[in-house]
């Protein structure tokens, strides 16, 4: 199995709402990883763990809060967003650390925030 | 900042053409990288990837990737491209200083006309 998955596929939310994405895979990988993607752009880094705990943090706006409860779960706690944040929230997995280990994506999660 | 770059942002190719997409880092020492596809509304999807040895790399679709270390490139090529090519091309690398960093390129358009 080397799928990532997310959910919701789409949400539409308010700026006043508190949401929450999902993502879960069951490779055994130890970092997972939370990019945000707005159109005709790359993915940029939000967030990694790594074992669990916080590795990387982009400066990401505090409305934005992750949580990764255990190896295989990964999410995005999201609060008082602004119309400017809607855009395609990836998720991401790979080994820790690992040398030539490639990351697996999710299909993403489509953000409107109205 | 250290970054990597590609310079082609649309390229538009007739059906049996050949392919080069360009890519540059600037990270000192020796990093990992990667080339992914991602096709209309689908995820990420790994191409080939390098770390060490052979230069050459081959990967899926009849992608190769050639590292030269001198000029810090990792450019895609493909011999003749396929209207199903059309997709956007992200360079990406995992940097020297942290293995669990993961780091996109702007991505290339390609277009591929029947």
């Known amino acids: 199995d080397t799928e990532v998955t997310q959910t919701p596929k789409h949400l539409v939310m308010g700026m006043t709402n508190k949401k929450s994405l999902k993502c879960e895979q069951h490779?055994?990988?130890?970092?997972m990883y939370w990019y945000k993607q707005k159109a005709k752009k790359p993915p940029e880094l939000m967030f990694v763990y790594s074992y669990e705990k916080l590795s990387i943090n982009e400066s990401v706006p505090s409305r934005f809060s992750p949580e990764c409860p255990n190896s295989s779960l990964l999410n995005l706690h999201l609060h008082a967003l602004q119309p400017e944040d809607s855009a395609l929230y990836l998720c991401a997995s790979r080994i820790p650390g690992g040398v030539n280990t490639e990351a697996f994506f999710g299909q993403g999660t489509r953000l409107t925030v109205v | 900042a250290q970054s990597v770059s590609q310079h082609n942002h649309h390229v538009i190719l007739s059906e049996a053409a050949s392919l080069e997409l360009g890519c540059n880092y600037s990270?000192?020492?020796?990093?990992?990288l990667f080339w992914y596809v991602q096709y209309p509304g689908q995820h990420l999807q790994l191409l080939l990837k390098?770390?060490?040895?052979?230069?050459l790399v081959k990967g899926i679709k009849g992608f190769e990737a050639e590292f030269i270390k001198s000029k810090f490139s990792f450019n895609l090529r493909k011999p003749s491209v396929q209207w199903s090519d059309t997709a956007e091309y992200f360079c990406?690398?995992?940097?020297?200083?942290?293995?669990?960093?993961?780091?996109f390129g702007a991505g290339t358009r390609l277009t591929v006309k029947p």
């Open positions: 490779m055994g990988h130890r970092a």
């Open positions: 390098y770390f060490s040895g052979d230069p």
């Open positions: 990270y000192g020492g020796t990093v990992n």
């Open positions: 990406a690398v995992i940097p020297p200083h942290n293995n669990n960093d993961m780091r």
